[in-house]
């Protein structure tokens, strides 16, 4: 059994890797980071929501998005990591069936800090992201990974074609991710 308080800066060290792999465009590397049946479900709020499955898929579709900015730079603003309360430390998904090995749930306040790149339509522009990221983390062989993530956008400022920026209802939370 490790000290939970080791396992709470674990979950932190995670997202921060995370922030560091997108900001540096490192696909490959962060691969390791999600679970080979990893799900990402994201809701932009503007446009249908979409679920991606496998680190194959759900890094395509970043690495398409960050591409057209000539910076990027992804911040996670708060963490709050909280370890399964299960004994058994199994998680549930969708399916019903049960994973084996140690369970979390982080919830993630974050920003991106973008320029839009020379072939974007807002080129030269700097605009900012923010969202929240509610994740299902598992850990085997001593190391965690993503297992579900869920990300909704929260708003959105300084294109011109949202030139005020964009605002979006907040989610209810509940207390513990």
Known sequence: MT???????????????YADG?????????AELFEPDAALRLDLIDRPARTLHGPDEILGFIAGAVERFDFFEFVALNVLGVLSTDPDGAR???DGSVADGSGA?????M??????GPDDPDAGCWSTAFGLYQDVVVRRGGKWRFAERSYRSLARTGTVATRDGLVFPPPRLRTEP
């Open 92 to 94: 549930r998904r969708g």
């Open 22 to 30: 997108v900001s540096r465009r490192d696909w490959t590397g962060l």
């Open 105 to 109: 749930r982080i919830r993630t306040h």
């Open 3 to 17: 000290d939970p308080r080791l396992d709470e800066w674990e979950l932190e060290r995670l997202i921060a890797r």
């Open 111 to 116: 920003c991106e800090v973008r320029r839009h």
